[in-house]
């Protein structure tokens, strides 16, 4: 389980960086070339290819090369699973992380 969390713990880290939310967002309409991306940012194209490559190894978005140019989409699968993990470390339920490390019958008494 543990090793779960660092994997979220990374893609929550990827999307805390407000351009990559931006391009989160721009990308939620479809899929988008990368000069597009660009263009909706006062950002140099290595920088760009910074935040995509961070978003595409945490498997956020997917990238596909068409010639010269590189096509991004968000991974459905991957928010998917983001939107569910996020509602259960929300939520109190019997499987919470808590159980592991407190005994509530003698805790805080």
């Known amino acids: 389980?543990?090793?779960l969390y660092a994997r979220y713990a990374q893609q929550f880290k990827a999307l805390s960086d407000p351009n990559r939310l931006?391009?989160?967002d721009m990308l939620s309409c479809g899929e988008l070339c990368a000069c597009i991306l660009l263009a909706g940012f006062n950002i140099t194209q290595p920088t760009l290819s910074y935040h995509m490559k961070s978003l595409?190894?945490?498997n956020l978005v997917n990238a596909r090369k068409?010639?010269?140019w590189v096509y991004y989409s968000?991974?459905?699968a991957t928010f998917r699973e983001l939107r569910?993990?996020?509602g259960e470390v929300t939520?109190?339920?019997d499987t919470c992380a808590c159980h592991r490390f407190t005994d509530k019958e003698?805790?805080?008494k």
């Open 56 to 58: 595409c190894d945490c």
């Open 84 to 86: 569910r993990v996020f």
């Open 66 to 68: 068409e010639g010269k």
């Open 106 to 108: 003698v805790c805080c």
């Open 74 to 76: 968000l991974n459905d």
């Open 91 to 93: 939520t109190g339920k």
């Open 22 to 24: 931006m391009i989160v």
């Open 1 to 3: 389980m543990d090793s």
